[in-house]
C-alpha cells in the first residue's frame, strides 16, 4: 500500500497516511482535529512527472563560459584568436573587428 499526503477539509492539516487505492475519497480521521475528512491525496512533487524533450549544448567556448545565445564582441565562432573577456584597444581590433 502507497503512502498519501492528506489535506483535512476542516482544520487544513496535512498527514501522510498508508491506504489502499481503494479507500481513497473515503472519510478518514484527521490526527490533528480529529474529525472525520475526505481522503483525496494533494499533489505533491512524488507525482509531478517532468520529460525533457531538448537539451543545450555550447556551440563555441564563449557560450561555454556565457550561457545559451549569447552575442557581442569575444563571440565569434571562427578559428582566430578569440576571448569572451578581451581587452578591446579600439581599431582594428582582431576579435571585435572595429
Given at each position: ?12 492539516g ?39 524533450v531538448?537539451?543545450w549544448?555550447?556551440?563555441?567556448k ?17 578559428p ?15 576579435i571585435?573587428?572595429?
Amino acid at each position: 500500500m502507497p503512502f498519501y499526503d492528506i489535506e483535512c477539509s476542516h482544520c487544513a492539516g496535512i498527514f501522510e497516511k498508508m491506504m489502499a487505492v481503494t479507500s481513497l475519497h473515503k472519510p478518514t480521521q484527521c490526527p490533528y482535529c480529529q474529525q472525520q475528512t475526505a481522503a483525496a491525496p494533494t499533489l505533491n512533487a512524488a507525482r509531478v512527472g517532468m520529460k525533457i524533450v531538448d537539451s543545450w549544448r555550447p556551440g563555441s567556448k564563449a557560450e561555454m563560459l556565457a550561457g545559451a545565445g549569447v552575442a557581442g564582441p569575444g563571440t565569434s565562432t571562427r578559428p582566430v584568436r578569440n576571448s569572451v573577456l578581451h581587452n578591446c584597444k579600439g581599431h582594428s581590433c582582431s576579435i571585435c573587428e572595429t
